[in-house]
Each structure stands twice: as structure tokens, then as C-alpha cells.
């Protein structure tokens, strides 16, 4: 048992040492792909050096190296060189299908209902990015009168039409559709939040924009009519939060100012991806998962340090889906959402060596202030590269109740980024900068 274990050992180290070098990325030597570039990810033995189809290849201090190679249409022969080993890769660049010309479809308008609560409505046909113009409750009845592939258009006012996926609505006949009117509204004060109601007899739907100075909240389609609306502003503090909510045609929509002290604070650590779920892949083998946690519970450490409430979507590895970190943020009345992730390109990019260092993402307006404060604060700690804040529209990050912040701490595939993620600190000093980030962002004026 143990000679065959050692013979196996043996044999997978001398295939590694004819290669010169082992490959995580691509799988395969045969493999079929949609994108214009293919990613080789991988490590280099000792003093090996390694050139794709005759073009040398950087590889950094630890031997971890990535490298994209262009396709053209149809076959493509790769040769992967080391000092004495060549291999041939082959990929097959398919040609996508292109969909047929989509045409807008206009019809006469019509009632709808919202089949389930979060529906999506965007200002543009198109099923991804930041485009949400709002998030519509179960039973809302909407306006249509007109398609476009897999959107209806939906008619809020007479100059603002939006879209909305035909799955999540059901057209219903007008003379089932009772008329909504308007009841009443109301407003109060409180020492840190304001709150104003609006009642009608049906539910509504409606937008927010997060402008300059105040938060406007319009509620469309009284009367079934396209020609009015109803609008409510609240002047906002400096550092918010606010939530919508509707119960039986009564919105609630409440702005609420953030604690100034600390030990007010619940902050959410979210340690991205766990157990099947890998995440990003380094050159090394090293798994997203493990290094997000490791930051994770750094992060918890030093914060629980200063007086904070602190929890984690996960302590240990394992498979959470993304509602339930944002539920989870939700009920535990977090303050502050930290994800964290390290990042990864696909095979799509061509400049792999320029995807280095810190990037950190937001999605609400009233998340922009902290994510601008940690891209300095953990760049600082880290000694990572400065790669900029960015809106990104992901599950984690969409929710208004709390101050939601995704950083992805370095490149998993970036050769001269395994080289920090793989010093025994690089957790802490990640850690150290998410941290003072957070404080920063709290205890400044
Ligand atoms: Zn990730």
C-alpha cells in the first residue's frame, strides 16, 4: 500500500518535472470555447522557462505564471514550452449565435400584476449591469403596451417608460383590474430617521432616485392614468441608509441616519463564495474561499477589538447562496456589509498582467463614501496596487437598508499578486486596511 503510494508520488512528480511545469487553467488539452482569448494559469518548476505559442512568458519569483492567448475562428494549436518539453493545446473557437434582430412590439396598454417581491424594474431591456430603477413588491399592478425580446415596456409616466422581465408579470384583464386611488399620506420625525406613508387602494409602482440633496420616491399609475404621479422627498443626512417597504397599497419609506458611535454599529464580515463553491483559482492552486476566509476572521478580530458587533455569513467553509448573506445582513439589522473576494478574469481579456492590486465595489449612492475611503485605507496596508472603486451591480451590494461594500483584495491569477497573497500577512494587512477604512468612514464629520 505504502510502495504504491510512493510510486504514485514518483510518477506525478516526474510527469511534473518533463512538463517543467503544471497547468491549472485550461482544463483540458482539447476544449471548445465562445471567447476571443483562452487563459493558461499555472507554475513553473524551478529555473524553467515557459513560452506560449513562442512568446515568453512572465513568471513571477514563486513560479506562478498567466498568460492569454488570442483565437482564431475554428482550430487553434498552442505549444506550451518549458526548457526541454514542448505540448500541443488544442482550442476550438465556436462563433456565438447571434440572436435574430429584436424588434419593439408595441400594443395598446394593458394591466399587469408582479408575480413575486424584488422584481427588477431597469430603464433598459437588458437582463444585467446597473440599470434597476427600482425593486417592485409581489401584486404591484403595472402598465404595459409594448414587447421587446424578453421584456415588456412598462409605462410609469407619459415622458418615463422602464422594462421588465415577462417572467416575473402576468397580464390581467382590465375588467378584473379595480382602479387604485389615493387615501392619504403622512410624515414623521424622528432623532435619527424620518419616515413618510402613502396609502392607496391597490398596490403601485414606484421609483427612487438618490439625488444631490434629497431622495425622491414617485409612485406611478393612479387612477390607472400615465399622466400623474405622486412624489415624496426627504431631505437626507450626510451618511444614510434608508428601506421601502409596502403592506396592502401603503408605502412606507423611511430614511435613516447612521450611529456616530461605534459600539452602535453591527457590521456583517461576508468571507466570499465556500465549500463547492471555490471562487477564483490562483496560478498556484490556491483556492479564493480559504484566502476570503483567512481575511475574514482577521477582520473580525480587530474589529470585535474596537467595540464592535460583529458577525460573519460564515465561519467556517461551506456553501451559503447569496440571499441568505443578504438576509442574514437584513435580520441581524447590520449597519455596515463587508464582502470580501479576491478577483479572477475570465477568458475574455486580453491584459492580464494589468489586472492587479485592490479594487472595491458599490452599488447604492450612500455606499460610495466607504468604498472610496477603504480603496486608500487597504491599498495603504496591504502595499497592494490602487485599482479604483467601482458601481457593480451584485446581489450582496444591491440591498439599501445598510452601507454595502465588496473588495476584492488582489488578483488571484495575477502572477505578481500570488507573490503578496502568499505572504504569511498579506490576511492581516488586508484585514488592518478594511478596518481602518471602517472606522474612518464612521468617526469622520
Ligand atoms: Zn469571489
Not at 5 to 34: D, Q, R
Not at 322 to 339: G, P, Y
Request: charged share 25%.
Amino acid at each position: 500500500m505504502q510502495r504504491g503510494l510512493l510510486f504514485f508520488l514518483l510518477l506525478i512528480s516526474t510527469i511534473t518535472s518533463v512538463y517543467g511545469y503544471e497547468l491549472i487553467l485550461p482544463k483540458n488539452k482539447n476544449s471548445t470555447v465562445e471567447t476571443n482569448y483562452i487563459l493558461f494559469l499555472g507554475k513553473a518548476n524551478n529555473g524553467e522557462n515557459i513560452t506560449i505559442n513562442n512568446e515568453k512568458v512572465f513568471t513571477s519569483s514563486n513560479g506562478a505564471f498567466a498568460h492569454s492567448v488570442k483565437l482564431k475562428d475554428g482550430e487553434n494549436r498552442i505549444l506550451v514550452r518549458s526548457n526541454f518539453n514542448t505540448q500541443v493545446y488544442k482550442v476550438n473557437k465556436k462563433n456565438k449565435v447571434k440572436n435574430n434582430e429584436i424588434k419593439l412590439n408595441e400594443f395598446e396598454i394593458k394591466p399587469a400584476t408582479i408575480k413575486k417581491d424584488n422584481t427588477p424594474l431597469r430603464n433598459t431591456p437588458i437582463d444585467s449591469g446597473m440599470n434597476r430603477i427600482s425593486h417592485l413588491f409581489k401584486d404591484t399592478t403595472i402598465l404595459i403596451n409594448g414587447d421587446f425580446g424578453d421584456f415588456y415596456r412598462v409605462l410609469l409616466s407619459k415622458n418615463q417608460e422602464a422594462w421588465i422581465l415577462k417572467k416575473d408579470v402576468e397580464i390581467i384583464n382590465p375588467k378584473n383590474s379595480d382602479i387604485a386611488t389615493f387615501i392619504n399620506m403622512d410624515s414623521k420625525k424622528f432623532s435619527n430617521a424620518q419616515l413618510q406613508t402613502i396609502s392607496f387602494t391597490k398596490n403601485l409602482p414606484y421609483t427612487i432616485e438618490d439625488n444631490d440633496k434629497e431622495i425622491l420616491f414617485k409612485i406611478y399609475n393612479p387612477e390607472l392614468s400615465q399622466n400623474s404621479f405622486y412624489t415624496l422627498n426627504i431631505p437626507k443626512p450626510q451618511k444614510y441608509t434608508y428601506k421601502v417597504s409596502l403592506d396592502n397599497g401603503t408605502y412606507s419609506f423611511k430614511v435613516n441616519e447612521i450611529p456616530k458611535n461605534l459600539s452602535d454599529y453591527t457590521i456583517v464580515i461576508d468571507a466570499g463564495h465556500g465549500g463547492s463553491e471555490r471562487g477564483a483559482i490562483g496560478g498556484l492552486g490556491d483556492e479564493e474561499k480559504d484566502i476570503n476566509l483567512k481575511i475574514a476572521l482577521e477582520l473580525e478580530k480587530i474589529l470585535k477589538a474596537q467595540n464592535l458587533n460583529v458577525l460573519l455569513t460564515r465561519e467556517c467553509d461551506g456553501n451559503i447562496d447569496l440571499a441568505t448573506r443578504v438576509d442574514f445582513a437584513k435580520s441581524n439589522d447590520a449597519n455596515i456589509f463587508v464582502s470580501i473576494h479576491l478577483n479572477s478574469i475570465g477568458d475574455s481579456q486580453m491584459n492580464i498582467h494589468k489586472m492587479r492590486g485592490t479594487s472595491i465595489y458599490y452599488y447604492n449612492k450612500h455606499s460610495k463614501p466607504l468604498a472610496e475611503i477603504l480603496e486608500k485605507t487597504v491599498t495603504k496596508s496591504a502595499g497592494t496596487k490602487r485599482n479604483g472603486i467601482h458601481p457593480g451591480s451584485f446581489a450582496v451590494l444591491r440591498p439599501t437598508e445598510y452601507i454595502s461594500v465588496l473588495v476584492e483584495a488582489a488578483y488571484m491569477i495575477n502572477p505578481l499578486d500570488t507573490v503578496l497573497y502568499k505572504k504569511e500577512d498579506f490576511a492581516k494587512n488586508i484585514a488592518q486596511g478594511i478596518s481602518n477604512g471602517i472606522i474612518e468612514f464612521i468617526t469622520q464629520n
